[in-house]
């Protein structure tokens, strides 16, 4: 199972950013894909989830300004985020689940996500 992050950087207050999360050699379809993030000196936390039916979770600092996606076709899940704060930086990792509350199986290698105040 190989899951690769993109779209991460620095962005300013406020501003937006889509995250990517490319996954191959697992039965896309079927599983359910999560963001977690980590702060310097926290633990890693859920940020949202979405599963093979599209439904979704999320965490509560983001509900409202984050939303996860996916595209079958194209093995991809997306977070969109907005109205992104200097609290949400951190590593953004994505992570495949066999269903939306159970714990990951597989992770990719995470994307800095930098927010200037």
């Known amino acids: 199972v190989q899951l690769v992050e993109s779209g991460g950087g620095l962005v300013q207050a406020g501003g937006s950013l889509r995250l990517s999360c490319a996954a191959s050699?697992?039965?896309?379809?079927?599983?359910?894909v999560a963001w977690y993030r980590q702060a310097p000196g926290k633990q890693r936390a859920l940020v949202a989830g979405i599963d093979s039916s599209g439904n979704t979770n999320y965490g509560d600092s983001v509900r409202g300004r984050f939303t996860i996606s996916r595209d079958n076709a194209k093995n991809t899940v997306y977070l969109q985020m907005n109205s992104l704060e200097p609290e949400d930086t951190a590593v953004y990792y994505c992570?495949?689940?066999?269903?939306?509350?159970?714990?990951?199986?597989?992770w990719g290698q995470g994307t800095q996500v930098t927010v200037s105040s």
């Open positions: 992570a495949a689940k066999n269903f939306l509350f159970s714990v990951p199986h597989s």
């Open positions: 050699g697992i039965f896309f379809s079927n599983n359910a």
